[in-house]
Nanobody
């Protein structure tokens, strides 16, 4: 089975931190590009951060650059998203997604990704 399971979401005050985890099963993340996406009510899904499975290069949306960090633990077949200095605008359902690597690098956009987790809710509110 190919499965991605997110965890780590919850309610946090502005300025707080959360670490999201994306555990993969049925395939090894070494051969996949991994992305974190989020969708708030009334807004389209956007790419937050992506990491290349071939070279390890990373992408961050301008809105989270300097606050969020994406990383992987190959031994655990898990990808993380460390979120610091959270803002109310970060409130959304966060999804982990994967796509097999190819000769052409994938853009950090939902249309490029094949496998998706079910999402985890992140709420930033005082």
């Amino acid at each position: 089975q190919v499965q991605l399971v997110e965890s780590g979401g919850g309610l946090v005050q502005p300025g707080g931190s959360l670490r999201l985890s994306c555990a993969a099963s049925g395939f090894t993340l070494d051969y996949y590009d991994i992305g974190w996406f989020r969708q708030a009510p009334g807004k389209e899904r956007e790419g937050v951060s992506c990491i290349s499975g071939s070279f390890g290069s990373t992408y961050y949306a301008d809105s989270v650059k300097g606050r969020f960090t994406i990383s992987r633990d190959n031994a655990k077949n898990t990808v993380y998203l460390q979120m610091n200095v959270l803002e109310p605008e970060d409130t959304a359902v966060y999804y982990c997604a994967a796509v097999r690597i190819s000769a052409v690098q994938h853009w950090c956009t939902e249309y490029e990704y094949d496998h998706w987790g079910q999402g985890t809710q992140v709420t930033v509110s005082s």
